[in-house]
């Protein structure tokens, strides 16, 4: 699984500090996915998507 983060973070760091294997806050300031959702991870991804509060986090399929 992987994750996507579309358009319009702003920045409130929720995802990584939820899944920080999966999620990391860049230079800019915004989220970035910089690895792959294992299955072990796929519980914290998940979590973590469903706490954005823009709703612009995606776990999908390879
Ligand atoms: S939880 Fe959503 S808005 Fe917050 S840093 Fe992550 S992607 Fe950006």
């Given at each position: 699984?992987?994750?996507?983060?579309?358009?319009?973070?702003?920045?409130?760091?929720?995802?990584?500090?939820?899944?920080?294997?999966?999620?990391?806050?860049?230079?800019?300031?915004?989220?970035?996915?910089?690895?792959?959702?294992?299955?072990?991870?796929?519980?914290?991804?998940?979590e973590?998507?469903?706490?954005?509060?823009?709703?612009?986090?995606?776990?999908?399929?390879?």
């Amino acid at each position: 699984m992987k994750a996507i983060i579309d358009d319009g973070c702003i920045g409130c760091g929720i995802c990584a500090e939820t899944c920080e294997e999966v999620f990391k806050m860049n230079d800019d300031g915004l989220a970035e996915a910089f690895a792959k959702v294992t299955p072990e991870l796929e519980g914290s991804a998940q979590e973590a998507a469903d706490s954005c509060p823009v709703s612009i986090i995606h776990i999908e399929e390879d």
